[in-house]
C-alpha cells in the first residue's frame, strides 16, 4: 500500500512518515505532482525485479512506450 502525503504535511511531521516508511511506501507531492518517494528498506527490490524474468514471452516485443505503472 503506498501513501501520499504533500511536502507540507511531511515537513510537519517527518518523524511520523519515516516511521511509517518502515512497513509502507510514503509518495511525496508538491502542488499535485510526486516528487519523491520513500520505499520500504527491507524489500528487495532487485529480487523483486529477477522473479520478473521469463514471465514475459521471449517472442513478444516490450515498447517501453508501453508499459505503465499503476500506482495504487
Not at 503506498?2 to 511506501?25: G, H, N, R, W
Not at 519523491?36 to 529480487?47: E, F, G, M, N, Q
Request: hydrophobic share 40%; no cysteine.
Amino acid at each position: 500500500m503506498i501513501i501520499t502525503v504533500t511536502v507540507t504535511e511531511f515537513k510537519s511531521d517527518p518523524e511520523k512518515y519515516l516511521e511509517m516508511a518502515m512497513s509502507q511506501d510514503i509518495l511525496i507531492t508538491k502542488n499535485g505532482k510526486n516528487t519523491s518517494r520513500l520505499t520500504i528498506p527491507t524489500v528487495d527490490k532487485l529480487a523483486l525485479l529477477n522473479d520478473l524474468v521469463g514471465i514475459v514471452p521471449q517472442d513478444q516485443e516490450i515498447d517501453e512506450k508501453n508499459i505503465h505503472i499503476s500506482q495504487s
